[in-house]
């Protein structure tokens, strides 16, 4: 099972690190004087000797990124599928939905922390559920709506209800749209939980780590938690990737990878 997730990515994994190497030996060879981007060796190793402090900041950003993933995801799902299924819901909801994307998350933060509590996760848990909301939303809704038309006249041969339509071909039809915006929401998460963290909420967590190490001219130590935030987006991309091939193994690439 792990050789079928993971099939395919040397190419990215190669490219990866043959980036890293390449950033390592261009500030080996350049020994540029008070440049603010430290080679990727001393990142890692002052990730590792600053782990104790990382992994704290790490399960308490993670706690924000996690709970509001969920609730945006689910958010999204239910939105899409009254959308899908109401037109008044498509003429109230989906105008409402590109409303709350336009706004700017920074000028939401002070607000939320205004509403919520400096100190509340939830404000900074709302960032992260209107960051994932609408990406879950709009994807999800065109794989909801776009289904074959010949597909439908057959379900209504056979007397489907509206439900029975919905569960056997709308929503299988909506699943690579919502895997697709999954993995897109998974990375918005982290980002939005990260940002939001700057405007409130606990100091012992990887926005306010990231800002003070920064701001003390500890660059080398606001990487590694740079680095934290990175290893958080990439583990959930996977879970989402994992998910995704769980959920659909009749999708080609899945059995192309499993032959």
């Known amino acids: 099972m792990i050789r079928k997730l993971f099939k395919g990515s040397t190419p990215a ?3 990866g690190f043959g980036g890293l190497a390449l950033w390592e030996l261009s500030l080996r060879i350049l020994q540029p004087e008070g440049f603010v981007l430290p080679p990727p060796s001393e990142i890692v190793f002052a990730f590792f000797e600053n782990i104790d402090e990382i992994w704290a900041a790490t399960k308490n950003t993670g706690y924000v990124v996690v709970t509001g993933l969920a609730a945006g995801v689910l958010l999204g799902i239910v ?47 709302s960032i992260v559920v209107i960051l994932v909301f609408f990406p879950v939303f709009i ?21 489907a209800s509206s439900w029975e339509v919905t569960k056997l071909v709308r929503i299988p039809n909506a699943m690579p ?17 990260i940002v939001a963290e700057y405007f409130g909420g606990r100091q012992d967590a990887l926005g306010p780590l990231i800002v003070q190490n920064a701001g003390l001219t500890r660059y080398t130590e606001a990487w590694a938690a740079v680095l934290a935030g990175s290893v958080m987006g990439i583990v959930l991309y996977l879970m989402s990737g994992g998910l995704e091939r769980v959920s659909m193994p009749w999708k080609p690439d899945v059995e192309a990878a499993g032959s």
């Open 13 to 15: 994994v190669v490219v």
């Open 79 to 125: 939105w899409a599928l009254l959308v899908s299924r109401f037109r008044l819901a498509n003429e109230t909801l989906t105008p409402l939905a590109i409303s709350l994307n336009a706004i700017p998350i920074i000028a939401l933060a002070p607000i939320f922390n205004a509403w919520f509590g400096l100190l509340s996760p939830v404000s900074n848990q």
């Open 139 to 159: 994807n999800t809704t065109k794989g909801l709506t776009e289904v074959a038309p010949t597909e439908l006249e057959l379900m209504r041969s056979y007397a």
């Open 177 to 193: 749209f919502f895997f697709t915006s999954l993995k897109i929401a998974s990375s918005l998460a982290v980002i939005g939980a």
